[in-house]
């Protein structure tokens, strides 16, 4: 699975206060790729269920800075969780729950669409979310990211390739678009064989269409000390920052 890894000190650029259009997708996948040199989840096994989440902002436009020919990021407050992870362990019951870092580095979305390499263009959707690392973890950026990658194509249901519209996200999805896709733990800025790494296949992508909660400032279905930061960050100042 190709993963990115990410450079520091990704731009936000303040803009005047909009209400974000937010969706959200939940996943199922299954853990496929184990690599922990450190021995950080010995818990973990191939097989064991993940579920997950990825969301984002339909508001936003490409960040310029990060942006190419064949290539579009979306700048998230890092508040926003565009990604989320959690694995379960069915021989105890117990969870690895990879909690989102909000003074982190990423927030993101990349959206490719035709973009050439060896053995064929490609279009993905790869967001990219710093979480808190485990006890003892030494690598540079912790993160979760959810990778949907399949061939090039006209984005199948959609209508005319990407970008859509004003260069906004896609607010549709189809798994069968992306039979490349998994939702993995890994370190944006170190990526190497040797790199810890917890990688699941994604088998369903379903959206959410339950009313985000009042209070629920940072969009991820419950409110918590999180959505006090994520409205300190808005509300609680003259503008919203995003790209």
């Given at each position: 699975m190709w993963l990115l890894t990410i450079g520091s000190g990704l731009l936000r650029s303040e803009?005047?206060?909009?209400q974000p259009q937010i969706v959200r997708w939940e996943?199922?996948?299954?853990?496929?790729?184990?690599?922990?040199?450190?021995?950080?989840?010995?818990?973990?096994?191939?097989?064991?269920p993940v579920r997950g989440t990825l969301k984002y902002d339909l508001t936003l436009l490409p960040n310029p800075i990060y942006s190419g020919e064949y290539y579009y990021d979306y700048t998230n407050e890092t508040w926003a969780?565009?990604?989320?992870?959690?694995?379960?362990?069915?021989r105890t019951g117990q969870e690895t729950d990879f909690a989102k870092d909000s003074r982190g580095n990423f927030a993101d979305v990349y959206a490719y669409d035709d973009y050439p390499q060896e053995g064929?263009?490609?279009?993905?959707?790869?967001?990219?979310?710093?979480?808190?690392?485990?006890?003892?973890f030494v690598g540079g950026a912790p993160a979760v990211a959810v990778?949907?990658?399949?061939?090039?194509?006209?984005?199948?249901?959609y209508g005319l390739n990407f970008p859509f519209e004003g260069q906004r996200l896609p607010s549709l999805l189809n798994l069968d678009d992306f039979p490349l896709s998994a939702v993995t733990f890994y370190d944006a800025f170190f990526e190497d064989e040797f790199a810890t790494t917890i990688e699941a296949e994604i088998y369903s992508l379903t959206p959410i269409t339950s009313a985000i909660s009042p209070g629920d400032?940072?969009?991820?279905?419950?409110?918590?000390?999180?959505?006090?930061?994520?409205?300190?960050?808005?509300?609680?100042s003259s503008g919203v920052l995003y790209a």
């Amino acid at each position: 699975m190709w993963l990115l890894t990410i450079g520091s000190g990704l731009l936000r650029s303040e803009a005047s206060a909009q209400q974000p259009q937010i969706v959200r997708w939940e996943i199922a996948a299954t853990v496929t790729y184990i690599v922990d040199p450190g021995g950080f989840f010995p818990d973990v096994r191939l097989g064991d269920p993940v579920r997950g989440t990825l969301k984002y902002d339909l508001t936003l436009l490409p960040n310029p800075i990060y942006s190419g020919e064949y290539y579009y990021d979306y700048t998230n407050e890092t508040w926003a969780a565009v990604a989320s992870m959690v694995i379960e362990n069915p021989r105890t019951g117990q969870e690895t729950d990879f909690a989102k870092d909000s003074r982190g580095n990423f927030a993101d979305v990349y959206a490719y669409d035709d973009y050439p390499q060896e053995g064929g263009a490609f279009d993905m959707i790869f967001a990219v979310q710093s979480v808190m690392p485990p006890p003892g973890f030494v690598g540079g950026a912790p993160a979760v990211a959810v990778q949907l990658l399949g061939p090039s194509s006209n984005w199948s249901g959609y209508g005319l390739n990407f970008p859509f519209e004003g260069q906004r996200l896609p607010s549709l999805l189809n798994l069968d678009d992306f039979p490349l896709s998994a939702v993995t733990f890994y370190d944006a800025f170190f990526e190497d064989e040797f790199a810890t790494t917890i990688e699941a296949e994604i088998y369903s992508l379903t959206p959410i269409t339950s009313a985000i909660s009042p209070g629920d400032f940072d969009f991820n279905g419950d409110v918590d000390g999180g959505d006090l930061y994520a409205w300190q960050v808005t509300h609680g100042s003259s503008g919203v920052l995003y790209a």
